[in-house]
């Protein structure tokens, strides 16, 4: 459907583009290659694309999830899913019986969790988490020799172990992250020797989100999480000037439409606070979008937005519900499609873009899009 339908039905809508979806995925395998598992992170409602949706649109093109949370892996369950679900937050000793039930894998991560585990009259399959530097979640290496006996006595619900890298997209530096691995790897030989790891009974091992995934084989291991480069987004920008041969395909555009138009003169105030006096005639196009749905306050008389190919520049205050923009010179009327992040005509308005403007990262910018907008497939 065109955005001038879409803008007759709908306020403002997130269209998700399916053979961008199609092409990072391609794109990821053949990176991996056949013998590497492809984990989709969709947590946070799948960075802002809808947790179910895009969960279903990449479902036959990976082997498995990874989420945030119980919650969000039960969704995921009940929209239809039956691939492994990894749960990589702190799962609540409460929902440990549910996630068995859901066949749901969870995270153990510190000796708090890994006691209710030992007490759950029905333990969930779960992968034990390493803090190898990042030191958020996760064992210190020298504390797993400890809780060994613990690990023998839940058995076959010890199925994987993994780490996360803090600053692997960093490219000027490596060294960090080639100490997190050496880490992990000592850590998974020392699993492996004392009997964790067989060809009968072999441990997940994985270690690299997008940014590892990009730089090379080595940390590919058994598993890969790809989360932002699967929504056709690199993780920084030197990975993607580093990587030039490597093509991502965005995957969200973010739209509006223009409600009202207003002509108004030298003088004249605009928004809250008088926060922007006009120094010449203006023509205003208001849009039915605030922060409320994701368009950060602090794009105030600084944001831009594209109107049938042409910039147009926030002015005022950015409202919970509403934005006003320059339209002065833009051919334009009620009801016109107005692109926040996207391809709009011959220009482009990329999140990166919108993010930078906003003080803040493309992660954040995406994951903060209202929920309740609705995802149009492409």
């Keep these: 459907m065109s955005a001038r339908k879409l803008s007759r039905s709908l306020r403002t809508w997130v269209e998700i583009d399916r053979s961008a979806i199609q092409k990072n995925c391609e794109t990821f395998r053949s990176i991996i290659g056949p013998d590497v598992k492809l984990l989709a992170v969709v947590k946070s409602n799948a960075y802002g694309h809808g947790l179910t949706l895009f969960s279903g649109l990449v479902e036959n093109r990976v082997d498995g999830f990874c989420v945030d949370s119980a919650v969000e892996g039960i969704r995921v369950r009940e929209f239809g899913i039956r691939k492994p679900i990894l749960i990589l937050g702190p799962t609540l000793p409460d929902l440990y019986d549910r996630s068995a039930s859901e066949g749901l894998t969870v995270s153990i991560s510190n000796h708090d969790a890994l006691r209710a585990l030992m007490?759950?009259?029905?333990?969930?399959?779960f992968h034990l988490k390493i803090d190898?530097?990042?030191?958020?979640?996760?064992?210190?290496?020298?504390?797993?020799?400890?809780?060994?006996?613990?690990?023998?006595?839940?058995?076959?619900s010890f199925r994987g172990v993994y780490t996360?890298?803090?600053?692997?997209?960093?490219?000027?530096?490596?060294?960090?992250?080639?100490?997190?691995?050496?880490?992990?790897?000592d850590l998974c030989g020392l699993l492996r020797n004392k009997g964790f790891d067989t060809p009968a009974r072999p441990l997940i091992q994985h270690c690299a989100a997008t940014g590892a995934t990009l730089l090379g084989k080595k940390y590919h291991l058994d598993a890969v999480?790809?989360?932002?480069?699967?929504?056709?987004?690199?993780?920084?920008?030197?990975?993607?000037?580093?990587?030039?041969?490597?093509?991502?395909?965005?995957?969200l555009s973010w739209r509006t439409m223009i409600s009202e138009i207003k002509f108004l003169a030298p003088g004249d105030y605009v928004g809250y606070d008088l926060a922007e006096r006009l120094s010449r005639p203006t023509k205003i196009a208001v849009l039915p979008i605030g922060y409320w749905h994701g368009f950060p306050?602090?794009?105030?008389?600084?944001?831009?937005?594209?109107?049938?190919?042409?910039s147009a520049r926030v002015l005022g205050r950015v409202s919970m519900d509403l934005v006003t923009v320059d339209a002065t010179g833009i051919r334009c009327r009620v009801g016109d499609t107005a692109t926040i992040i996207g391809?709009?005509?011959?220009?482009?308005?990329?999140?990166?873009?919108?993010?930078?403007?906003?003080?803040?990262?493309?992660?954040?910018f995406l994951t903060r899009l209202n929920p309740l907008m609705e995802r149009v497939l492409t």
Excluded: W
């Design 343 to 364: 391809k709009d005509a011959r220009s482009e308005r990329a999140v990166d873009d919108a993010a930078r403007a906003s003080g803040t990262i493309h992660y954040e």
């Design 297 to 310: 306050r602090s794009l105030s008389s600084t944001g831009i937005v594209l109107i049938n190919g042409r």
């Design 132 to 156: 190898t530097g990042m030191h958020r979640q996760g064992f210190s290496p020298h504390d797993v020799p400890k809780i060994f006996r613990h690990l023998k006595k839940l058995g076959e």
């Design 225 to 251: 999480r790809v989360g932002i480069g699967l929504y056709g987004l690199y993780p920084s920008k030197e990975l993607e000037i580093q990587l030039p041969m490597i093509k991502l395909r965005p995957v």
């Design 119 to 125: 007490r759950c009259a029905r333990a969930p399959d």
């Design 164 to 185: 996360h890298f803090a600053s692997a997209k960093d490219v000027n530096y490596p060294t960090f992250t080639e100490k997190q691995y050496a880490l992990f790897s």
